[in-house]
């Protein structure tokens, strides 16, 4: 039963790969064009003071979905090693997944202020940036920090206002209006790069998952398989050894 059971399981993890393998090709396809708005949203750098400011929003992109490696749970832990340091210690967490959503509210429910699910059952669609964006933005968050496994600063509004440099001097006609849109545009802009990004990666993680899965199961069906012909082999010889002393009973 339990040699029976492993290698329905092999199948499951054997098709499951497959079909990661498939999404993983279009994730990818898809992550391409969308990393143009992570690189332009991030032209502009926070200045030093908003950098040490004292309110900060650390934005997690994970997904409702599990059997994929540890992506979601080492998520959680930079996060939250990241929140063990001083200046980051009354920072506050937006998850995007139930995954990061349970993990957090295990152990920094304190932190959790706000968590969005229906994430990675389907392709990111940017209106799904823009809607989590304003989310952030109506929360009244005016500094946020992206943290994933690469870490994308979100420049608030404030400092590109006060910003004069490389980028914005080179434009006359910038007013307030116009850098607030920039801000607003900038944030989804990174969200959905993230978003993008981390199902990609979750496709990628799964595909890996579902592999050693497979392998295990394999090695576990070897060793099943042995112990059954072992123990087979052993009942007939026992059934051979009453059969026979019978017969020499019997003489």
Request: with cysteine.
């Amino acid at each position: 039963m339990r040699l029976r059971s492993v290698k329905n399981i092999q199948k499951i993890t054997k098709s499951m790969k497959m079909v990661s393998a498939a999404k993983f090709g279009r994730a990818e396809r898809e992550l391409r064009p969308a990393r143009v708005y992570g690189a332009g949203a991030s032209e502009i750098q926070p200045s030093e003071a908003e950098k040490t400011k004292p309110n900060k929003l650390i934005v997690v992109m994970s997904s409702d979905r599990g059997l994929c490696g540890g992506i979601h749970s080492n998520l959680v832990k930079a996060v939250k090693a990241a929140m063990t340091e001083k200046e980051d210690e009354n920072a506050k967490v937006v998850a995007c997944g139930e995954k990061s959503r349970q993990l957090f509210q295990r152990t920094h429910a304190d932190k959790l202020m706000m968590s969005f699910s229906e994430i990675g059952k389907k392709p990111p669609q940017f209106c799904e940036a823009t809607f989590i964006a304003q989310e952030i933005l109506d929360s009244g968050f005016q500094s946020v920090v992206s943290y994933k496994t690469l870490t994308k600063p979100l420049v608030s509004f404030d400092t590109l206002n006060a910003a004069s440099g490389e980028v914005l001097s080179s434009y006359d006609d910038l007013d307030s209006d116009v850098v607030k849109n920039y801000s607003e545009f900038s944030l989804a802009s990174l969200l959905f790069y993230g978003m993008k990004e981390g199902a990609c990666s979750e496709q990628s993680s799964r595909m890996t998952a579902m592999d050693s899965a497979s392998k295990n199961a394999g090695e576990m069906i070897d060793k099943l398989t042995l112990t059954y012909n072992r123990t087979r082999q052993a009942v007939i010889t026992k059934e051979l050894i009453e059969i026979i002393s019978g017969a020499a009973a019997l003489d």
